[in-house]
Each structure stands twice: as structure tokens, then as C-alpha cells.
């Protein structure tokens, strides 16, 4: 239950009113007068005039209750029921601060809640902010660790390990230079390793029942890939040698 509180005037003794009644009836009518005025906050200053209720309840005289109440002026009366207006003044003053103190905390709620909102967005901006510079870190640690092998490391990897086609390092060297270096969307890390796997990819491709133009190849056309194909093909078997140029059919 909430309390409140009303405020007493430290002059109230003063009054004419009140100086009648306590001379008629001393400060027991004092009393009384005082704490009907309670009872009236307690009832938003409004009682039935029940003079014979308010006695018992206050262990009084019947007839100095409804003296208090009807002789000096000291209440309004409307039929069966009465209040102060000196009650009702402070009443007001009550509801007007509590409204006003209410208006000013939901504006105080509501600008917290806006700088809630409006840290949070911050923070999810800090946050994706945060997420693409680790991106960028990480991309940048992987091509500071990946260094780019030159046509002539290529050609010394294949030679010393044995493995590929004559032509194979410059098609291997052209097409991941094209590409940046990178496999599928990733940055390369082991250049030598995707080598060996082109090697058996280059393989694969020629001794297979399928043959297909590899993408690092795509500007030839399917023609000329073909015809490189076999010509391959004839060089293995003894059919073609190197005399007199690019090619020439063994005598």
C-alpha cells in the first residue's frame, strides 16, 4: 500500500475557524478535526457524513463530531457527503507533481532506450568492423606466407622430381598467375603440391576414355587442344620426331 503525505501548516492553530473550535471544544476538538482530515485523504476527500460512524471509530462524543463537522465552516457538504477544499487544494498539487514526475521518468526511460538502440547498433558495427579486419589479417598472413613460385622454379621442381609434360610448368605457371594464385576461391598454399595434382590431372586427361580441354587452357580452341593431344600421343609412340621443326613424322 502506498503511503503519502500531506502537509501541515505550522499555522493552522492560528486560523479563526480553528480558534473557534478549540475553544469550544478545546484540542480534543483539535484532535478531531485533524484526524477527519486524514480520514478524508484516505477516501479522495470524500465521507459520508456518518457522525455516529466517525464518533466510534475516533471514541468520541456523537454530538462533538457533528459539531466539528457543521459549526465552524470547516467542511463542504454535498447531501450525504463531505470534504475540505483545503484538502482537495493539496489533492491536486499531489496528482499534479506525480503526473509530472510520471511524464518526465517516461522521458528519461525513453531516452535510454534510445541510446540502448543506438549502442547496440554501434556495437554491431564494431562488431562486422572487427570481423573484416580479421578477414583482412588472415588474408594478408596467407599471401605473406605464399610466395609465388617463378616459371624457372617450376621447371626446376618438375625436372627434379621427374614429373609432367615438357610444356607442362609453363601451362601450370600461366594459369595460376591468371588466377592470382588462388584454389578455387582460396589463396594457394603449396604451390608444389597443386603441381603434383595437375600433373595427374594432365595425366588423367590423356590416357583416360575422356578427354577435356583444361580450364587454364581455355583460349585454344577445342581443335587445337585436340590436335596437341595427339600429336602427344605420337611423340610416345615413336611416331614423330623433332627433325625439322615443330614435328615431323618419323622416316
Not at 119 to 125: C, G, M, Q
Not at 163 to 173: N, R, V
Request: glycine content about 8%; overall charge positive; aromatic content about 12%.
Amino acid at each position: 500500500m502506498d503511503t503519502f503525505y500531506f502537509s501541515h501548516d505550522y499555522t493552522a492553530r492560528s486560523d479563526d475557524k480553528i480558534k473557534q473550535l478549540i475553544r469550544k471544544h478545546g484540542m480534543a476538538g483539535y484532535g478531531i478535526y485533524w484526524a477527519i482530515v486524514e480520514d478524508l485523504y484516505q477516501n479522495a476527500n470524500a465521507m459520508r457524513s456518518d457522525c455516529e460512524g466517525i464518533a466510534y471509530d475516533l471514541r468520541v462524543h456523537c454530538d462533538t463530531v457533528k459539531s466539528v463537522l457543521y459549526d465552524f465552516d470547516l467542511f463542504i457538504h454535498d447531501g450525504d457527503k463531505f470534504g475540505s477544499k483545503s484538502v482537495q487544494r493539496r489533492l491536486e498539487q499531489r496528482n499534479n507533481r506525480s503526473t509530472k514526475a510520471r511524464e518526465s521518468a517516461l522521458y528519461r526511460w525513453a531516452d535510454a532506450n534510445a541510446l540502448q538502440t543506438h549502442s547496440e547498433r554501434n556495437a554491431i558495427k564494431e562488431s562486422k568492423v572487427k570481423e573484416n579486419k580479421e578477414k583482412e589479417t588472415k588474408e594478408i598472413k596467407s599471401r605473406a606466407a605464399f610466395a609465388a613460385p617463378t616459371l624457372e622454379e617450376v621447371r626446376k621442381y618438375a625436372q627434379g622430381e621427374g614429373i609432367g609434360k615438357l610444356e607442362t610448368p609453363e601451362a601450370f605457371h600461366d594459369y595460376y598467375t591468371a588466377n592470382g594464385w588462388k584454389v578455387g576461391r582460396n589463396p594457394m598454399k603449396d604451390w608444389k603440391a597443386a603441381y603434383r595434382k595437375w600433373t595427374r590431372t594432365e595425366k588423367t586427361n590423356t590416357h583416360g576414355t575422356h578427354q577435356q580441354t583444361p580450364k587454364g587452357l581455355s583460349a585454344r580452341t577445342q581443335s587445337d587442344w585436340d590436335a596437341l593431344q595427339e600429336w602427344g600421343r605420337d611423340v610416345e609412340q615413336g611416331r614423330v620426331s623433332f627433325h625439322g621443326g615443330f614435328g615431323s613424322p618419323t622416316p
